[in-house]
């Protein structure tokens, strides 16, 4: 399954796990940009409208949740998976991901396998909804 046209941007600080993500999801045919920072990212959220979007918690600057919570309004306009990657979850932060059916979170260390699955899953189930709105 071809998914060409998705458009994942990866919002890490750590240049493994982007090049990781990066040939994983190129594997399956998404297509990747990369951001170091999450001012970055926000910026190329703002521009790119992604399909996904993978964000570490820790990040240099605002963190992975702040922009999550930063791109909120973006997201009610062109709706897109947040995807947050972190080595510790508390429960308030696992509360508020799993409040939004457009979050997910995925601990780390973290299967590439599983991870780009769950990407292709998503991005299958928006392509069917979206075509059968267009009937």
């Not at 458009?7 to 982007?18: F, N, Q, R, W």
């Not at 997910?104 to 599983?114: D, I, L, Q, T």
Request: charged share 25%.
């Amino acid at each position: 399954m071809s998914h060409s046209e998705a458009l994942v941007l990866c919002i890490d600080d750590d240049p493994c796990v982007g090049r990781i993500l990066k040939l994983s999801l190129k594997a399956r045919g998404c297509n990747t940009v990369q951001a170091v920072t999450a001012e970055d990212g926000l910026e190329m959220i703002h521009r790119l409208k992604p399909t996904v979007v993978i964000t570490d918690v820790s990040l240099p600057g605002i963190n992975g949740i702040e922009l999550c919570r930063l791109s909120e309004s973006i997201q009610k306009q062109h709706p897109f998976l947040i995807v947050v990657l972190t080595s510790v979850m508390d429960t308030k932060m696992k509360t508020w991901v799993e409040d939004s059916e457009l979050r997910r979170y995925v601990s780390k260390p973290f299967s590439p396998r599983k991870l780009t699955s769950m990407i292709c899953e998503y991005v299958k189930e928006t392509r069917s909804s979206a075509q059968l709105s267009l009937k």
